[in-house]
């Protein structure tokens, strides 16, 4: 859900084709695992971090696309 909250505090209109947006969602979903990892002790390496972040952009430009 948080990753979803992110996604729609940040689309715009073309939002799936505008790098910048997608970089700012890149950041905002990184630092939510990056948090997540550090409060629960859960090993993730900066790839799967990126790997997860790429899926979720994926899933969102499908879902939202305008």
Known sequence: MKIDEIVRA???VNWE???DVQNLIRQD???LFYGL???KGVKLG???ID???????KVARVRYAS
């Not at 790997?51 to 952009?57: F, G």
């Open 37 to 39: 990892a550090e409060r």
């Open 17 to 19: 084709t505008n790098g």
């Open 29 to 31: 979903v990184d630092d």
């Open 46 to 48: 900066f790839a799967e």
């Open 10 to 12: 940040r689309r715009i």
């Open 51 to 57: 790997e997860i972040t790429e899926q979720c952009l």
